[in-house]
């Protein structure tokens, strides 16, 4: 009788072949045991009492279970330790991206405060700008008006003898000079007859080259050393020859005041 083919029994190592052998013979003997017709008490007791033969492949059985065993507690190892990397792999990924995510958070904050710190830093420097150009703008604008107000109140003096004299003490009394109306009035009558192009030609002066000129008969070198800032250099403008002469007078006698004749 041709023994049957059982599928993949080719494929199994020698061990298991020896294990289902084994068993199969354990089950043909139930079986055996099983269909024995109904006997006498003494036959059963006979049949009962047969000695067990020890089974060859029990201890392969036992190996190939506690393989078994061995090889689902290492699957399921395998499976935990595969778990484990998934679950350690997944939270060092979720780590990188919360990593990434505050550099990034980080990055975009440190921008936008580098963006803000310009934008302030250009505001405070336009408006130290515009602050700079509205002071200087204010301080045009106020010397402007000081001197249109300075203009408007400066007087206008007449171009004659009166006019001279005070627009002269006028002068004299913002530079700290003495004089009086009176003191400067007799002493050019005396000296030029109110005449502010009168020359002496004839005196020691004449004779020595610089003539006396003016309403005050100043010679040349007494009107270049103490003409008066602000004045002509004209020794025949009537303010700056009058303004030169009580200069000279005031650092000579005290004051043109002090003057009664020639000097």
Known sequence: MPVPRI???????????FSAAGIAAAGAAALAFAVVPGQADGQATAVKELPA???????QALDHQAQH????????LASQQAKEEAAAKKAAEEAAKKK????AAKKKAAEEAAKKKAADEAAAKKAAEEKAAKEKADKERAAKEAASRAAARKPV??????G?????????????????????????????????RAINL????AQ??????????????????????????????????????????????GSMDNVNGPY
């Open 69 to 76: 065993e061995s090889l689902v507690q290492q699957s399921e």
């Open 164 to 196: 001279w004299i005070k627009e002269s003490l006028a002068i004299m009394k913002e530079k700290g000079i003495p004089g009086s109306y009176n003191g400067i009035y007799r002493n050019l009558m005396r000296e030029s007859s109110g005449n502010p």
């Open 208 to 253: 020595n080259g610089i003539p006396s000129k003016g309403l005050l008969q100043v010679i040349d070198p007494t009107f270049k050393a103490y003409h008066v800032e602000g004045t002509s250099w004209d020794i025949y403008d009537p303010v700056a020859n009058i303004t030169a002469a009580c200069n000279y007078a005031y650092h000579r006698y």
């Open 7 to 17: 599928p993949g029994y080719s494929r199994l190592t020698k061990t298991h072949k």
């Open 100 to 103: 990434a995510a505050e550099e």
């Open 202 to 205: 004839w005196d020691i002066n």
């Open 53 to 59: 033969k020890p089974v060859a492949w029990s201890h």
């Open 157 to 162: 003096y007449a171009n004659n003898l009166d």
